[in-house]
């Protein structure tokens, strides 16, 4: 049986910090979605600068080869990153509808991040970009 669906949001924010939520905004057809509502679980996976290779391969729709090569785990049935800058784990809050897609709030369960600074990977404008010092 392939891995779930890696999260692939149009847009992912905080929301509160109390209690700590998360905003997360899939597309209708999203399998990620679909298995959000069954499960109702999240997580989301923040990467670091250096791996823009693993965004794009999960960019794209996923498939069982997507997962090949890939270390995770699947604390219920959510797939976290071994190698992931951080990453947050949700329970579903609530869902709304928001046009051709649905908001999803999660209540934060679990973070996970470094102790040490590490570049994040940053997606703005249709491209990868770097934080400017």
Excluded: K
Excluded at 24 to 53: K, W
Excluded at 57 to 68: C, G, I, K, L, V
Excluded at 98 to 118: F, K, L, R, S, T
């Amino acid at each position: 049986m392939p891995a779930p669906s890696a999260p692939r949001p149009t847009a992912i924010s905080s929301l509160s910090l109390d209690a700590p939520l998360v905003l997360a905004c899939l597309r209708r057809e999203s399998e990620t979605l679909a298995a959000l509502r069954a499960t109702d679980r999240f997580a989301v996976n923040l990467l670091a600068a250096g791996q823009r290779e693993l965004s794009d391969r999960f960019a794209r729709r996923t498939d069982p080869a997507s997962w090949a090569g890939v270390a995770h785990r699947l604390p219920d049935g959510v797939p976290i990153l071994d190698d992931a800058l951080a990453s947050v784990e949700c329970r579903v809050h609530e869902i709304a509808e928001g046009g051709d897609h649905v908001i999803v709030i999660g209540q934060v369960i679990a973070v996970a991040h470094p102790e040490e600074h590490v570049e994040p990977l940053l997606f703005y404008r249709g491209a990868y970009v770097s934080l400017a010092r």
